[in-house]
């Protein structure tokens, strides 16, 4: 099993432009987690959802957007990009048969100029 | 709301000198306490889930306790490669959420 994956790892945006982080996980875990990091501080919860075609806002949704169209796949995407979203995003999915256990991936290092 | 304050920011151990870290939380029907182990540039890593007061976990050279308003992971004899950030998180009741504290950065000179 490779994971949790996630593209790109690094990445630097003009302000007001767009994109989408991309997280894959191929555990068949059905809860999925977007976390942002910024420096020295713990994880923040951006968004979550529970099962394909099922997604809720956690505690810092402005200016993301999310799908999950399938299992595997939760992507993020930023519209208008701004020096605030500056951070590292960080994508998780639970075994929720194994004492909740969150699996993170290896994060997306996002600057915004 | 939940929250989690994690204490000290930054420890600063010499290799053999044991210590812990502290987990306050509030949280309205705790659900369980997690504790994650975060490298640079690197994703956190699971290391202990606790559910109720009283429960100890172990790995290594780390163990973890709980209380009803604070959780200790406790360091015995570190290394330098036991250097990292330490998180805490606690999920309440209802959807299958955490809610972090800002970490505790350990320093482990050899």
């Known amino acids: 099993n490779a994971g949790v994956t996630q593209t790109p790892k690094f990445r630097i945006l003009k302000i007001g432009q767009s994109m989408t982080l991309q997280c894959t996980q191929d555990m068949n875990h059905n809860y999925m987690y977007w976390y942002r990091q910024d420096p020295g501080m713990g994880l923040k919860l951006i968004y979550y959802s529970v099962g394909a075609g099922i997604t809720d806002k956690g505690e810092v949704p402005n200016g993301y957007n999310v799908s999950r169209s399938t299992t595997e796949d939760f992507p993020l995407r930023l519209e208008l990009a701004a020096p605030s979203q500056t951070s590292v995003y960080f994508c998780?999915?639970?075994?929720?048969?194994?004492?909740?256990?969150?699996?993170f991936g290896p994060g997306t290092r996002l600057t915004v100029l | 709301e939940d929250q989690v304050t994690q204490s000290p920011e930054a420890l600063r151990l010499q290799e053999g000198e044991s210590s812990s870290l502290n987990c306050s939380y509030t949280v309205s029907g705790l659900r369980g306490l997690f504790w994650y182990r975060q490298d640079p540039g690197k994703g956190p890593e699971f290391l202990f889930t606790l559910y109720s007061a009283g429960e100890e976990k172990e790995k290594e050279r780390l163990k973890a306790t709980l209380t009803k308003k604070e959780s200790f992971l406790h360091i015995t004899a570190p290394k330098p490669e036991d250097s990292a950030t330490y998180l805490c998180a606690v999920q309440g009741p209802g959807a299958q959420k955490l809610v972090f504290g800002q970490g505790t950065r350990l320093t482990i000179n050899p």
């Open positions: 998780a999915s639970i075994d929720s048969s194994q004492h909740n256990e969150q699996f």
